[in-house]
């Protein structure tokens, strides 16, 4: 089946850094990721959706300056959260949707990277 | 605006007895209504989805219009079955989940 990977796994990271997060789409493009975060105990909150070659679209009270997304390729989403804190700690989650093929209409999710900033 | 409500935090049931995780939504539109399924220490994983009226691991969910539910059911919990389950709902490109259901199976 479809997979979608993500790099790295766990990061931590200091005060005031910036950290990549990498999701890729193995054995199917992609026309559209997404990416969510999720805090204990609790469920997933999408922060935005990518669509390749375009500027990624924001859910309300997400900072795009802060959580920036760039979806170069069919197979490639990447987040990068700017000048990070401590409140910036979470578990965060891509998502890919297919453009073709039998796994056109089903939204794979990667393992999700588990961001600390100290 | 889209929303989908399940009202259990937690659920635990004996194997081999019936379990249900109840998923309320609220959607002006024709949902599209998912579970997706997180063992422990694994991604997300799609359970199954509204349209294709599949049963896969023995669980069903019937989309009730009326009462704007979709439950997730099956007869006979076994204890690979414990892990945390979340209903979802999309519209278009916007999929929204619940808050998740953790549900134990003991043996």
């Known amino acids: 089946g479809a997979v979608v990977s993500q790099h790295p796994s766990w990061v931590i990271c200091k005060s005031g850094t910036s950290v990549k997060i990498e999701c890729r789409s193995l054995d199917f493009q992609a026309t559209t990721m997404f990416w969510y975060r999720q805090f204990p105990k609790q469920s997933l909150m999408l922060m935005a959706t990518?669509?390749?070659?375009?500027?990624?679209?924001?859910e309300q009270g997400v900072e795009k300056d802060k959580f920036l997304i760039n979806h170069a390729s069919l197979t490639l989403s990447t987040l990068t959260v700017t000048s990070a804190h401590p409140e910036d700690s979470s578990f965060y989650i891509c998502s890919a949707r297919s453009i073709s093929g039998e796994v056109t209409d089903t939204q794979y999710f990667g393992p999700g990277t588990r961001l600390t900033v100290l | 605006a889209q929303r989908v409500t399940q009202p259990e935090k937690l659920l635990s049931v004996f194997k081999g007895a019936p379990v249900e995780l109840k998923c309320n939504y609220s959607y002006s539109g024709s949902p599209e209504l998912f579970w997706y399924v997180q063992y422990s220490r694994q991604r997300l994983q799609l359970l199954l989805r509204h349209i294709s009226r599949e049963s896969i691991k023995g669980f069903t969910a019937d989309l009730n219009k009326g009462e704007t539910s979709f439950h997730l059911k099956k007869p006979f919990a076994q204890e690979e079955d414990s892990a945390m389950y979340y209903c979802a709902l999309r519209n278009n490109n916007d999929m929204r989940f619940g808050a998740g259901t953790r549900l134990t199976v003991k043996p």
């Open positions: 990518s669509n390749e070659g375009s500027k990624a679209t924001y």
